[in-house]
């Protein structure tokens, strides 16, 4: 085999013999590389080809190629199929994510950000850590009022790290930040759009102290990795020169996802080889509230005049009638790159879409339906409910517990293992039986939620004298000699606690609720205005309306310690709940897609609808064989319409109702009936 007039080693041969002829020619090919790969078109396989190409035909060094990913996993993907391809002694020692490799670069010159060797690298919490100290050192009176919130709440403080980490992704110094604030107050004000430019102001010298402390503690954080490499190598030739001429190649992955200061660097490394050779998708770039910037990859012809372009649009994973209603769905968004999708796998099943009056309905309807595949032989894990943001997932969970589906949220923890629904289970826990000791762990989880000022050494008081009493740790709470206000408040604690038997005549929601109130738990909430607050008062509220279909308490507890474990057991086969942003990579035989309605997917304060419509692109494409898309007409308590996304899959390649049943005729005395004398035999 040959290429040109260049030979074909035979293990090369092998490996580019396994590509199509769109997969091999942008493998082979040499310079600026772009590889548009579709959903499930072997974008890996096309990459580790490239490398391969470059190893064997070219001669190029392995510890010369740099090879860039975004998350680790993907970089052991990359190494074990590199290593199955080329032999362990192919082993890229420049494989790895953005953070890892600058850190690398760092460490070795770690001057050009004036820090020592051996500088510690401070993660997102801590970083936030730093910057909630210096928030709170300044008076609130100094503090720009925020457009939500109140002057240094946990909103404010989020927001000014995030900030100050989008400067360090724009390259944007402590120096430098007065300049570049003001010309983008500057062009926003001309723009007539709204800019807080108080806030923004603020953030300048906020900045600076930040940066002062970290270089105190000799600490990089994660923008710090790449920034000042990045800026060395802009500004200092004989940096740059040391740093370009390590690599023969530049391969990088996921292009569609990079921010400025993660493409420059990469460009500046590719820079004097002028190999560099990007895979991504503009269909799928659904980070830009990361800062991504899909711009990049839309305009690298531009950028690099003679790149090459290569467009990979078979699809190996998914029936047509998925992918004509992926491409229908995508083709709305009108900066896309135009490719389209196709397979060689045959028609398939059309989109099922149902509407159902309720979200109970629809997640009951859903676990049937996966129980009655499963009785039909598919497996567990081959099954996914892939929905758009995680507070969906507890009215699922709980269908699938009914249903008896083994199942695992991925990426949450599952509904009863939220905290404030542990904290508020433990309140009932320890209202209905404050006297016995079995109510102990739930008293220390929640006698100080919120702050009563017990602390250990209180909590050791009260332990010692229930343990040399023979009482509850409750009972011993009030004989016990605390700090006057500790002691009054647990007082007080105890005594909602005591009263709440003599609310037998309420339901178990209303006894939960008033529970909640009465302790304070909802209002430390309240003063808490984070988006994980915002989302424990919603799981309260889930919760609450869950207990009312129980009659006691040790019910409703043994119904949550049920879901808790035997479902999502780790290590088993399971149905996957995922949102559609970790859903991006995966692939399943059958997807359902709950949820698809304008209030939800795409949501009423949608700031990025073209955004929200690769989203519903990339969850289509994780199907293989089936997908599934259901609404409601009501859900939370408010009234609903489909999806504008529903009504843009072509009526030939989507249906109203269930597949099965439309082929149930002509399956008389087949499988399907065994499949459900199976599914009565499971109670489902």
């Known amino acids: 085999m040959t290429s040109g007039d260049l030979s074909v080693p035979h293990a090369l041969a092998s490996i580019l013999n396994d590509l199509t002829v769109q997969q091999r020619s942008a493998a082979m090919a040499l310079g600026r590389v772009l590889v548009l790969a579709g959903a499930g078109t072997g974008k890996t396989k096309t990459l580790t080809a490239g490398v391969a190409t470059r190893i064997e035909l070219h001669g190029m060094v392995p510890g010369q190629i740099l090879c860039v990913t975004f998350t680790n996993r993907a970089a052991q993907e990359m190494r074990r199929r590199i290593a199955s391809v080329l032999g362990p002694h192919s082993v890229l020692p420049w494989l790895g994510t953005f953070h ?10 770690p001057e050009v950000a004036q820090l020592r060797s051996g500088f510690d690298i401070r993660d997102a919490d801590d970083s936030l850590a730093i910057i909630r100290r210096l928030i709170r050192a300044v008076p609130k009176a100094q503090l720009p009022d925020p457009q939500e919130g109140a002057p ?26 007065a300049a570049h604030v003001e010309a983008m107050i500057r062009t926003r004000q001309s723009a007539n759009r709204f800019v807080d430019h108080d806030s923004w102001r603020f953030v300048i010298g906020l900045y600076a102290r930040y940066q002062a402390v970290l270089r105190d503690q000799n600490a990089a954080d994660f923008g710090d990795l790449l920034m000042w490499p990045t800026l060395a190598m802009l500004h200092d030739p004989s940096y740059h020169r040391r740093w370009t001429g390590r690599f023969t190649a530049v391969m990088a992955d996921e292009f569609q996802d990079v921010n400025h200061a993660q493409h420059l660097w990469r460009a500046l490394l590719s820079k004097k080889s002028g190999e560099l050779f990007c895979v991504g998708d503009d269909s799928q770039s659904i980070y830009s509230w990361r800062g991504a910037k899909v711009g990049f990859l839309r305009n690298f012809s531009t950028e690099f005049p003679g790149a090459k372009i290569f467009k990979l649009e ?19 968004d009108p900066s896309r790159i135009e490719k389209s999708l196709f397979t060689r796998r045959g028609e398939g099943m059309p989109i099922e879409v149902l509407g159902f009056s309720y979200a109970t309905e629809e997640a009951a309807a859903i676990a049937r339906e996966i129980g009655r595949r499963a009785a039909a032989g598919t497996a567990w894990h081959d099954m996914a409910v892939i929905y758009r943001q995680n507070r969906l997932s507890r009215v699922l969970e709980e269908a699938l517990l009914h249903a008896h589906v083994p199942h695992e949220i991925v990426g949450d923890v599952g509904f009863y293992q939220r905290m404030a629904v542990k904290d508020a289970l433990a309140l009932l826990t320890l209202s209905a039986c404050p006297d016995e000791s079995q109510s102990d762990e739930a008293f220390r989880r929640v006698a100080n939620r919120p702050v009563r000022g ?20 409750c009972a011993a709470a009030t004989r016990v000699r605390l700090p006057l206000k500790c002691g009054r408040a647990l007082d007080s604690f105890v005594q909602i606690v005591r ?17 909640l109130e009465e302790t304070g738990y909802l209002d430390m909430l309240r003063a808490d205005d984070t988006d994980d607050a915002v989302s424990q008062r919603e799981n309260l509220a889930e919760l609450v309306a869950l207990a009312d279909g129980f009659q006691r308490v040790e019910h409703l507890m043994e119904h949550a310690a049920l879901a ?16 559609m942003h970790r859903a991006k990579g995966l692939e399943f035989r059958h997807v359902f897609l709950p949820a698809w309605e304008e209030a939800v997917f795409p949501g009423g304060m949608v700031r990025n609808l073209d955004e929200e419509r690769r989203l519903a692109y990339v969850a289509l494409t994780r199907a293989m064989e089936q997908a599934t898309i259901t609404f409601c007409d009501y859900r939370q308590g408010g009234s609903s319409a489909p999806s504008r996304f529903i009504d843009d899959i072509p009526l030939q390649n989507r249906i109203t109702g269930w597949n099965h049943v439309r082929h149930e005729p002509r399956q008389t005395g087949g499988r399907w009936m065994q499949a459900g004398r199976a599914l009565d035999a499971q109670g489902l």
């Open 564 to 579: 808790s474990v035997a479902p999502g057991e780790k290590g088993k086969d399971r149905v996957q709940l995922i949102t």
């Open 454 to 473: 017990l602390g250990a050494k209180g909590l050791g008081m009260i332990e010692a004298k229930a343990r040399d009493s023979g009482l509850s740790l």
């Open 152 to 177: 240094g709440d946990a909103r404010q403080i989020r927001k000014m790290a995030e900030r100050i980490s989008r400067l360090k992704e724009n390259l944007v110094t402590p120096e430098t930040a």
């Open 100 to 109: 890892a490799l600058a850190s690398r670069q760092l460490r070795a010159e």
């Open 314 to 332: 078979e699809n190996f994973r998914s029936t047509s009638h998925i992918l004509d209603a992926a491409n229908a769905v995508i083709s709305y």
């Open 499 to 515: 009263r709440t038997a003599s609310r037998g005549s309420e339901t178990l929601g209303q006894r939960l609720n008033w529970l």
